[in-house]
């Protein structure tokens, strides 16, 4: 699922946006294409896009098993059933925004318990 774009490919992308009249639509594709050129993490998935358990796991940066307690626990939109379980790629970035929303609240909500007057060495509570 991963790859750095090749330079023959990317030569042949940076070409056809030569014809591309509206600049702020070829600075986009540049940015995403110098991503693509430098990032062997960076892949580019159409959202229905469906994808294995394993390879959800390797994006979410997880063991498979832990994607197939993901979708057991309703965490995680899966298609199919059994051991051919496919999850669309939209489903994965929904999964990490709400994540990540959840994790800013939970700092969030610590930070509030924490201000000037809270000694260094006090344990907060956080579970």
Do not use: N
């Not at 430098?38 to 832990?66: C, F, I, K, Y």
């Not at 626990?73 to 970035?93: C, F, P």
């Not at 939970?106 to 000037?116: G, H, M, V």
């Amino acid at each position: 699922m991963t790859g750095v774009l090749a330079p023959d490919e990317a030569r042949q992308l940076r070409a056809a946006l030569e014809g591309v009249t509206d600049s702020a639509v070829r600075d986009a594709f540049l940015r995403l294409l110098a991503v693509l050129e430098e990032s062997p993490a960076a892949v580019v998935l159409p959202a229905d896009e469906l994808l294995s358990t394993q390879a959800v796991a390797e994006h979410l940066g997880v063991s498979r098993m832990t994607v197939v307690r993901l979708i057991d626990q309703g965490r995680l939109e899966a298609a199919g059933g059994g051991t051919h379980r496919r999850v669309r790629a939209s489903e994965v970035e929904r999964y990490l925004a709400d994540r990540k929303a959840k994790r800013r609240s939970a700092l969030a909500s610590l930070a509030e318990d924490i201000d000037f007057d809270t000694p260094s060495d006090e344990v907060v509570t956080t579970r």
